[in-house]
């Protein structure tokens, strides 16, 4: 293989990364590319799990002596603490590289201070290469790192005419098999699902992150999360299977807000010491427009069907405006078809600091 530019390894440290996305939790996702003196790729690797190695211990090893002299371009600044593994700063300068590109600094205390360390070794280190590709690849845990709480993307499915159930209350299945599997996919990627008791109440959901042809478990599931100031989730609702863990959230654990229910941020703050970097809010209508009202929403998924129902509840209820310059402000970032629906995602332009 010919030399690569620092910025074509770094494309490819990015797309690396992302293999790791549903695992890592609570670490970021990480990408490294190795290349020798002469700018050859060495040795590539991503951080997979927590607990595993990280991205720069696996390419490091890949590239055994012939990493001395070269560059190593990170994803995300080298960890510069003794967690469950070693600082990737000291492989890295015991391993003899000269230089090293990092596209996004680590916003975590904790690791922090990697870039000092190396430069203290004497080894020259670029910083902000492709960082918007960098950044937006390990979005939702930096964000939740800043904040302290979990990147939260509020999902519902609804008609075109944005009712989530019919006016007697039915309402499986708004959206296609088609939109399910990919809400499976969309589960598949976060460390916890979120709902009201409102919703188990009425829909009993799994909320498992499953095969929908053969009902088959996926291997890791995320934590499911009940919304329930009064413990009032049954005994025998599906989300007290073995299947997956759960935790139903009440206000003798949690607190209550200035409502009397769950308080909000002191809900996401003891799921974000548990871990949970990122979590997906399904609903339904009264708790998604709790979180909305607060800030606390990241991104918004909607899957939308061809379909209109007229009567029935919208997808939400109170999220604060009163008027409509008090409206709550998105951006469509992508809108895809998924079978006969589409699915739309946007951001919210402001949520709480
Ligand atoms: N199409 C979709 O995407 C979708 C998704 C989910 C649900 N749904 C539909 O939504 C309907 C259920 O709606 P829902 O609005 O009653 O369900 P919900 O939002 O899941 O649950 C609302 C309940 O959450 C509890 N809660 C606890 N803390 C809260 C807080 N801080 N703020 C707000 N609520 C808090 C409250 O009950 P306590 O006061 O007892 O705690 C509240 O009544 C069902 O028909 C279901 O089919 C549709």
Redesign the pocket.
């Known amino acids: 293989m010919g030399s690569v530019s620092t910025d074509e390894a770094m494309r490819r440290a990015i797309v690396l990364a992302a293999r790791g996305l549903g695992t890592t939790s609570p670490n970021p996702l990480v990408g490294c590319v190795l290349l020798d003196s002469r700018g050859e790729i060495v040795g590539e690797g991503f951080h997979a799990y927590a607990g595993g190695p990280h991205a720069e211990i696996v390419a490091l090893a890949q590239a055994g002596e012939r990493a001395r002299g070269g560059t190593a371009v990170v994803t995300l600044e080298p960890c510069n603490h003794t967690g469950r593994t070693g600082p990737c700063t000291q492989a890295l300068i015991r391993a003899g590289v000269r230089r090293v590109v990092v596209g996004v600094t680590d916003p975590n205390p904790v690791a922090a201070g990697g870039v000092e360390t190396l430069r203290a070794a004497g080894i020259d280190v670029e910083l902000g290469v492709r960082s918007v590709e960098a950044e937006a690849g390990n979005l939702a845990w930096l964000t939740a790192v800043r904040r302290g709480r979990p990147y939260l993307i509020w999902?519902?499915?609804?008609t075109l005419d944005g009712r989530?159930?019919a006016a007697d209350?039915t309402?499986m299945w708004?959206t296609s098999e088609a939109a399910r599997i990919d809400v499976h996919a969309l589960r598949g990627t976060v460390d916890a699902v979120i709902?009201?008791?409102?919703?188990?109440l009425?829909?009993d959901p799994r909320l498992t992150v499953r095969n929908l042809r053969d009902g088959s478990l996926a291997i890791r599931q995320p934590l499911r999360v009940v919304?329930?100031?009064?413990g009032?989730t049954p005994a025998d609702a599906r989300v007290r299977d073995a299947a997956a863990p759960t935790w139903v959230a009440t206000v003798d654990e949690v607190g209550a807000?200035p409502?009397g229910?769950?308080?909000?941020p002191a809900l996401l703050a003891v799921l974000y010491q548990r871990g949970v970097r990122a979590a997906l809010l399904?609903?339904?209508?009264?708790?998604?427009?709790?979180f909305l009202a607060a800030g606390l929403v990241d991104k918004v998924v909607g899957y939308l069907a061809p379909k209109l129902l007229g009567a029935g509840?919208a997808?939400l209820?109170d999220a604060g405006p009163r008027t409509i310059s008090e409206v709550i402000d998105l951006e469509f970032t992508d809108i895809t078809p998924v079978g006969p629906d589409l699915r739309v995602t946007a951001f919210p332009r402001k949520t709480e600091g």
Do not use: C, N
């Open positions: 999902k519902y499915a609804a989530i159930a209350g309402s708004i709902v009201g008791v409102g919703t188990v009425a829909d919304v329930d100031s009064e009032r807000g409502d229910k769950v308080d909000l399904e609903g339904g209508p009264i708790l998604a427009g709790a509840p997808a209820a």
